[in-house]
T-cell receptor, first 112, second 114 residues
Framework: EAQVTQNPRYLITVTGKKLTVTCSQN?????MSWYRQDPGLGLRQIYY???????DKGDVPEGYKVSRKEKRNFPLILESPSPNQTSLYFC???????????FGPGTRLTVL | AQKVTQAQTEISVVEKEDVTLDCVYE???????LFWYKQPPSGELVFLIR??????QNEISGRYSWNFQKSTSSFNFTITASQVVDSAVYFC???????????FGKGTRLHILP
């Protein structure tokens, strides 16, 4: 089954404790993205990747890091989380930025 | 700069009414793609439609239709004879040639009342 998986689905952590949210897709897609969804702000792109070892900033990259060492995986790293990063995070993949995106189920992160 | 505006934050209609969700976009490119996604109460994001800037034909899929008008930079979405299952947040999105980002609107929350 074609899918995008994210782990964990829920995470409560404390300020400053490094965390990684994993994302994996099995569709051989080249384009992958991370978004955060906040009430009243819609979906905002954090980082995206056009292919392996190619990543670039979206609209809200501050406080986040990503890597793309393999085509299927695109982890999101928060090196020192802060409460303003409490949000719902979605990973997505597609053939490219001009194609429909397939979204993961979301990760709800709370930073205390 | 790219921008997508969904001015309707929240809409409530009674079942079986028609409803139109507005999407206005800004881009300096002549080549771009527009999308609609649905997020039902369960939270997943579901793709509905993609339209490129060279194809201004309106599209109909069952009770759903989309009206793309380059002259007004709009890509509106109409649900005919709405049903309770249409209750969701709907997002419009834009991607153009200028960069590789995808810009989403803030979404419109649609309530279909039985």
């Amino acid at each position: 089954e074609a899918q995008v998986t994210q782990n964990p689905r829920y995470l409560i952590t404390v300020t400053g404790k490094k965390l990684t949210v994993t994302c994996s897709q099995n569709m051989n897609h080249e384009y992958m993205s991370w978004y955060r969804q906040d009430p009243g702000l819609g979906l905002r792109q954090i980082y995206y990747s056009m292919n392996v070892e190619v990543t670039d900033k979206g609209d809200v990259p501050e406080g986040y890091k990503v890597s793309r060492k393999e085509k299927r995986n695109f982890p999101l790293i928060l090196e020192s989380p802060s409460p303003n990063q409490t949000s719902l995070y979605f990973c997505a993949s597609s053939k490219g930025e001009w194609y429909e995106q397939f979204f993961g189920p979301g990760t709800r992160l709370t930073v205390l | 700069a790219q921008k997508v505006t969904q001015a309707q934050t929240e809409i409530s209609v009674v079942e079986k009414e028609d409803v139109t969700l507005d999407c206005v976009y800004e881009t300096r490119d002549t080549t771009y793609y527009l999308f609609w996604y649905k997020q039902p109460p369960s939270g997943e994001l579901v793709f509905l439609i993609r339209r490129n800037s060279f194809d201004e034909q309106n599209e109909i899929s069952g009770r759903y239709s989309w009206n793309f008008q380059k002259s007004t930079s709009s890509f509106n979405f109409t649900i005919t004879a709405s049903q309770v299952v249409d209750s969701a947040v709907y997002f419009c999105a834009l991607s153009d040639l200028r960069d590789d980002k995808i810009i989403f609107g803030k979404g419109t929350r649609l309530h279909i009342l039985p």
